[in-house]
């Protein structure tokens, strides 16, 4: 069920940097106001909650990571856009079990990031 918008209401996350926009920040724009990302933001409301092992998240985001980096090295054509998508999505899962085995490499960095911000506060 959908609840009604407000103008204050997040409808809008860009997939590089995952800031969240309402419609009104996204009137007349063409990019990321935060970070100048032209990709297509994601669509909040398409949020899903999906139950899955997390060792097997693990071995999907290693082979994403894997191939990602394949890629970048083997073709010329694949922008780095795309590796920023890659690794911005890893991030966010890792980020929601911070404590749980990173996700690769990308998941490490965020837990690092993250003991290093809890230093800070
Ligand atoms: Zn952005």
Not at 27 to 46: F, V
Request: glycine residues 4%.
């Amino acid at each position: 069920m959908r609840h009604k918008l407000d103008e204050e209401t997040k409808v809008a996350r860009c997939l590089i940097c995952r800031s969240e926009f309402s419609i009104d920040q996204l009137r007349d724009i063409k990019c990321c106001p935060n970070c100048g990302d032209k990709g297509q933001p994601l669509a909040i409301e398409d949020d899903v909650a999906i139950t899955i092992n997390w060792h097997e998240l693990r071995i999907l985001c290693s082979w994403a990571a894997k191939w990602c980096e394949h890629m970048a090295a083997s073709d010329q054509s694949w922008t780095s856009d795309k590796r920023l998508a890659i690794y911005s999505i890893i991030g966010a899962l890792q980020e929601q079990y911070p404590g749980f085995q990173p996700l690769g490499l990308v998941g490490e960095l965020v837990k690092l990031n993250r003991s290093n911000s809890h230093h800070i506060h």
